[in-house]
């Protein structure tokens, strides 16, 4: 059962303009939520977190919303650049050990 | 800083021949550590986590098996691969505690023929 979902598999966006990627959960008990970057080949990097204790965190040209109500997250890239072509994987943990991931977006970003 | 390694990079292999492929990590104690597959097309699927030397988590039944003889050290094995243990496996570690994120290797392409 996948506790986790990405339900867009891919995404194109114009060079500087916003791309947003969307991910829902449905386990009421997580309580920490990442986003990661991941290129062919290599292992995914790290990119922001949030805590369910906020619903908004901020990293430069990153931006993740957490709608706990909705069981929902977002992330926000402003402006988006051709490096940030990438697939995007969102993951979720209750209490730390074990984390879950969706499928995963694959963000184009077009110049 | 803290790095992790895994290796080896790319990998074929026959049907029925064993396995093994070795992650450390280095600048860190005790470290949680995770074996993940990513099959083509799919997300990663979790198969072992450890809290500590000799602690495994099995995630999922199948004919791997994973080991930590020493506290950064983290072992996933195999007897006998089968075609369908093809993939993408990824180690990762992170400080233990809350809201502590996932750091990922390169990862081991493995081709089962």
């Known amino acids: 059962d996948q506790q986790v979902k990405q339900n867009s598999p891919s995404l194109s966006v114009q060079e500087g303009r916003i791309s947003i990627l969307n991910c829902d959960y449905t386990n009421s008990m997580f309580d920490y939520f990442l986003w990661y970057k991941k290129y062919p080949a290599e292992g995914p990097t790290f990119l922001i977190s949030i805590s369910s204790i906020k619903d908004k965190n901020e990293d430069g040209r990153f931006t993740v919303f957490l709608n706990k109500s909705a069981k929902h997250l977002s992330l926000h890239i402003v402006p988006s650049q051709p490096g940030d072509s990438a697939v995007y994987f969102c993951?979720?943990?209750?209490?730390?050990?074990?984390?879950?991931f969706g499928t995963g977006t694959s963000l184009t970003v077009i110049p | 800083s803290q790095t992790i390694h895994q290796w080896p990079a790319t990998l074929v292999q026959p049907v029925g021949s064993p396995l093994s492929l070795e992650c450390t990590v280095e600048g860190t104690s005790n470290p949680n550590l995770y074996w993940y597959r990513q099959a083509a097309g799919r997300g990663l699927q979790l198969l072992f986590y450890s809290v500590g030397i000799g602690q495994i988590s099995s995630e999922v039944p199948q004919n791997l098996s994973a080991s930590r003889p020493q506290d950064r050290q983290f072992i996933l094995s195999s007897k006998k691969l089968l075609l369908s243990d093809s993939g993408f496996y990824l180690c990762?570690?992170?400080?233990?505690?809350?809201?502590?994120?996932?750091?990922f290797g390169d990862g081991t392409r493995l081709s089962i023929l």
């Open positions: 990762a570690w992170r400080i233990q505690g809350r809201d502590q994120p996932q750091h």
């Open positions: 993951a979720a943990s209750a209490l730390g050990n074990q984390f879950y």
